[in-house]
């Protein structure tokens, strides 16, 4: 009778596990990350610096949450990127 409640309770937690484990895995097993870019800010640009090879490019993406910039570049050496006044920012 022990390992029947046993058996039932540890299904029951695998069970309560799998969406948590997929939910924090699925963009690395994807190679969700291997597409965002990471960039950086300067003077110069108003928006968020990224290198292109040797050059270099100022990139103005719109934004309403600091979520939308999260998706879309990572800032290098500096917190965040964040969405401020509609624009995202390192």
Do not use: F
């Not at 291997?34 to 950086?40: L, Y």
Request: charged share 25%.
């Amino acid at each position: 009778m022990a390992s029947r409640a046993l058996s039932i309770m540890l299904i029951s937690l695998v069970l309560s596990c799998v969406p948590i484990w997929l939910e924090a895995n699925v963009p690395t097993i994807e190679g969700y990350k291997d597409h965002i870019r990471t960039c950086g800010s300067t003077d110069e640009c108003e928006g968020i610096w990224c290198k292109q090879g040797r050059l270099g490019e100022c990139l103005k993406w719109t934004c309403d949450l600091d979520e939308d910039c999260r998706k879309l570049v990572r800032c290098d050496r500096t917190p965040g990127p964040y969405c401020m006044e509609g624009m995202c920012t390192c």
